[in-house]
């Protein structure tokens, strides 16, 4: 029997049949999201599309964390109160959840962790973004929801994947190169390609191709920061949570920090701030 060291690569299945199929609705509100020509009355039409998304919508937008005193009981009206980029947020963000149950569409310990992380990682990344430019708020969200879809697609494909993925507790340029060792390939390549061709805006398909690369000088570097360093926030969210943690052993990467003129206690605001949001999600 060979040793892990010699076995052959693994092949996965990413043809057309291999990957996820494509979620229309989600994919429209995407677009909507990302384009400048998109009105109130052409998100609620897409909502629209799919009753279970209607009442979750609402049922968000219902939240006491918004302070309306009257229920709302039309997308129309969650619309003209909270503004079309909060809703189409909400929106996005819930198709998106259903995307991340497993193959029988159940929640299994990896696929509900990996969507955890993800939305918060959403959550950090648009929040970061925000202090620099508001208007690319919404793009950094979807980036981080979407920056490790690939992992889903080599889970399906592999059903080892899960197992040997969780008992290594890989994260970061780690898991990237086990992923490459093993498949010759990795989530981010993968992802961007079914991302691809669901016809995804590029700039949300190359932010998830390019999350785990080394950030160097140019202009797209501070957008590259963004979703780099909300990776390693959401991934941290525990030392953050421990009382006792030693602030030599944050597991951030220390340049990140600098880079992005983070500290720790401002990390730790912003991860308070992404639990406050992604409560929205977690309540449907």
């Known amino acids: 029997m060979q040793s892990a060291a010699m076995q052959l690569p693994i092949r ?8 996820l199929a494509c979620p229309i609705v989600f994919v429209k509100l995407i677009d909507l999201l990302n384009s400048s020509n998109s009105t109130s009355q052409d998100l609620t039409d897409v909502i629209a599309l799919d009753p ?5 919508v609402l049922r968000s937008a219902n939240s006491i964390r918004f ?13 003209f109160r909270l503004g079309f980029k909060e809703i189409g947020l909400i929106a996005t963000g819930l198709k998106a959840k259903a995307i991340f149950k497993d193959a029988q569409n159940n929640w299994n310990p990896f696929n509900t962790a990996l969507w955890q992380h993800s939305i ?21 969200f979807t980036a981080g929801m979407l920056h490790d879809i690939g992992k889903l697609v080599m889970a399906r494909s592999d059903t080892e994947y899960t197992a040997d993925h969780a008992g290594l507790v890989l994260q970061g340029s780690a898991g990237i190169r086990w992923e490459s060792t ?21 700039p ?5 191709e390019e999350h785990h690369e080394d950030i160097d000088e140019g202009p797209s570097r501070r957008a590259h920061l963004h979703l780099a360093l909300a990776n390693e926030l959401a991934h941290a969210q525990p030392w953050f949570k421990s009382m006792n943690a030693d602030p030599n052993s944050v597991p951030i990467q220390r340049f990140l920090l600098d880079q992005a ?14 639990d406050k949001q992604i409560q929205l999600f977690e309540e449907v």
């Open 12 to 19: 996965l299945n990413l043809s057309a049949e291999g990957l």
């Open 52 to 56: 279970i998304l209607t009442a979750q």
């Open 67 to 79: 302070g309306s005193p009257r229920n709302m009981g039309s997308v129309e009206q969650a619309v």
């Open 120 to 140: 918060r990682t959403a959550a950090l990344a648009k929040l970061l973004s925000a202090r620099v430019d508001h208007r690319t708020a919404d793009l950094f």
């Open 182 to 202: 093993r498949y010759t390939t990795h989530h981010a390549l993968i992802g961007a390609q079914m991302l691809r061709q669901w016809n995804i805006p590029n």
């Open 204 to 208: 949300i398909v190359k932010l998830v």
């Open 261 to 274: 003129g983070q500290t720790l206690q401002s990390c730790r605001e912003l991860l308070e701030s992404a």
